[in-house]
């Protein structure tokens, strides 16, 4: 199987990476360097293609900027990974040499050519900087009227309600379970993301062997992140390894937990990743219906709309800045590829791959 995700995203606290997170435990890590994400992503791709031939589990890492490329690939039956250590630079080196690796693709490129290239290189890089800046400053500022708009709903949440519900769904799906196996992991992600393309989430990738699937319906404010934190909370304290998929526009919320022992996933399906159920376990959750006091859309009709507005404005702002900051990348990627060596780039995909 393939699986898809985002290790990092682009969100209102700015670049927000879980790369280290995915890698512990790895046997063998391989970060590249030393040259555009766009060549990195273009050999990742390739040995990519050769590992989906020959092993079981693949786990696949979409670039936060641009969707039409990656920037990681974990092998789970080899226990290896390798990393773009551009993109990735929050790189924890346990063991040098022995599980970490850093291969420097400086060397593919005509020196030369890309010299005389060097203002433009230069121009370019801050000029993505700068767009991703003002992305950052956009989804900051859409988080702010988030607030306002999950404080109408949160004034309207009847909490005895919510608690009761979250503790009948705590007893549903675990009874009295307990996990079965010797170690426990929490690995931390992004199921979707603002990238340079617009929104995108994996949800039915990532949920593709679950048997039982809830999905959670609601307002913001109404508790969607809170009712996961807490079925997550109860996983930990009965051993059980998750997969905690954050929310890409606030990390501190989630967006989706699962249990994989249990074949158990509980996630947000709400814009802009609202999906219905297509499977016969799917179970819809709707926290807007069954603990906000009723009329309560009615009654705030007019702030709802003007909240929703403003907040949906500062989304597409952010998502053109990083639609300018990907263009500007590739700018900088073509000069790159018109200094590249076809000869070194293919003696060193197939180096890497011997490894």
């Known amino acids: 199987m393939t699986y898809y995700y985002f290790a990092g995203a682009h969100t209102a606290e700015g670049y927000t990476d879980f790369s280290h997170n995915q890698l512990d435990d790895l046997g063998r890590i391989i970060y590249l360097t030393g040259a555009t994400s766009f060549v990195i992503a273009s050999i990742l791709e390739e040995i990519r293609d050769k590992w989906i031939c020959?092993?079981?589990?693949?786990?696949?890492?979409?670039?936060p900027l641009s969707t039409e490329s990656i920037s990681g690939i974990i092998n789970t039956t080899d226990n290896m990974a390798i990393i773009n250590g551009v993109v990735h630079t929050n790189q924890h080196i346990s063991a040098p040499g022995v599980v970490e690796q850093t291969i420097d693709l400086s060397t593919l490129f005509n020196q030369e050519l890309l010299s005389e290239q060097k203002e433009a290189i230069l121009q370019l890089e801050k000029?993505?900087?700068h767009f991703l800046s003002l992305a950052h400053q956009s989804f900051n500022d859409g988080l702010k009227i988030h607030d306002q708009l999950e404080e109408v709903y949160i004034e309207a949440l009847d909490f005895e309600k919510a608690n009761q519900l979250a503790e009948d769904l705590i007893h549903t799906l675990f009874s009295n379970e307990t996990t079965k196996t010797n170690t426990t992991t929490s690995k931390h992600r992004f199921l979707g993301a603002s990238t340079g393309d617009g929104v995108i989430d994996f949800?039915?990738?990532l949920t593709q062997n679950i048997k039982k699937r809830l999905?959670?319906?609601g307002r913001a404010g109404s508790g969607k992140s809170t009712l996961m934190k807490k079925i997550l909370k109860e996983a930990t304290i009965r051993g059980f390894s998750t997969q905690v998929y954050h929310c890409g526009f606030d990390p501190s919320s989630f967006d989706m937990v699962i249990i994989p022992e249990l074949s158990i996933a509980i996630f947000d399906s709400t814009a802009p990743h609202e999906h219905e159920p297509e499977k016969h376990n799917d179970q819809i959750i709707d926290l807007y219906q069954m603990t906000i006091e009723e009329g309560t859309d009615e009654r705030h009709r007019e702030s709802i709309q003007s909240l929703t507005l403003q907040y949906k404005h500062h989304i597409q702002e952010g998502i053109y800045f990083l639609n300018q900051a990907k263009k500007a990348r590739n700018k900088k990627a073509h000069i790159y590829t018109q200094a590249l060596d076809p000869k070194e780039r293919e003696e060193h995909v197939n180096m890497?791959?011997?490894?």
């Open 54 to 63: 020959f092993s079981d589990s693949i786990e696949v890492w979409i670039d």
């Open 127 to 129: 000029e993505t900087n």
């Open 203 to 205: 949800i039915p990738n």
């Open 215 to 217: 999905l959670i319906k």
């Open 352 to 355: 890497i791959i011997k490894r």
